[in-house]
């Protein structure tokens, strides 16, 4: 999985992915981040990548021409990859999307910044508009960082054992429910124990208490997803 990231800070990105799982899944190849940096396409030699918006009003707008060369850059003249701008009018992110995500072999992720982006150039070269939730941020290197994780854990061999992102949360094997509460060593602690079942060896039974804990777990924290 390659990621395409047009970002006017692509140190941000850089430190981002150099640690941890993902840090570790870019070091071995498992997935690559190309951070573009918007400001080698600037306008003029000062660098200007943003100006006052038509029809006034507070703050600055990211201009198009230096947004579209800059994917242009990787678009070649070729078929794009699926690009994605992180806005919070966009689509909400979920697991389900991020698995349809992870199906592409690569994805080009458009961060904004100041008030937004030149309608026109989202317009010619958007396919999707995504959210990581109801709030606005400075900008959209957080929520290309989250989308990444969220996405780039999928793909095979990034978390080692293919088992460790089944029966999440969200996930079909839970039929979108919240996942079972886990417990390891000690067994006791602050005499607070691990229920017995857990403790008995016997397989089914405990894959029966984690399904009746992944429901009510859901019941009481999250009834919308019922």
């Avoid at 939730?133 to 990444?148: H, I």
């Avoid at 397989?203 to 919308?224: F, L, M």
């Amino acid at each position: 999985m390659t990621f395409h990231v047009l970002t006017l800070f692509p140190e941000m990105i850089a430190q981002m992915v150099s640690h941890s799982i993902l840090g570790r899944a870019v070091s071995s190849g498992l997935v690559c981040v190309n951070a573009v940096n918007i400001r080698d396409y600037a306008v003029n030699k000062y660098g200007q990548v943003d100006d006052a918006p038509y029809g006034g009003g507070a703050g600055m707008v990211m201009m198009a021409p230096p947004v579209y060369d800059a994917w242009a850059s990787i678009a070649d003249g070729k078929k794009a990859p699926r690009t994605i701008y992180l806005s919070p009018q966009g689509r909400v992110l979920t697991q389900v999307l991020a698995q349809e995500l992870a199906q592409e072999s690569a994805l080009i992720l458009l961060c904004g910044h100041y008030e937004g982006i030149d309608e026109r150039v989202i317009d010619e070269i958007v396919t999707d508009e995504i959210s990581i939730g109801d709030y606005v941020l400075t900008g959209g290197e957080p929520a290309a960082l989250v989308l990444m994780d969220a996405v780039g854990r999928l793909v095979p061999g990034v978390l080692g054992k293919e088992a460790s992102h089944q029966n999440e949360s969200f996930g079909a094997e839970l039929d979108g429910c919240l996942e079972y509460p886990h417990y390891t060593r000690p067994a006791d602690f602050r005499g607070r124990t691990v229920p017995d079942v857990l403790l008995s060896g016997h397989h089914g039974n405990i894959a029966e208490w984690r399904r009746r804990q992944s429901v009510e777990r859901t019941q009481r924290k999250r009834p919308d997803l019922l």
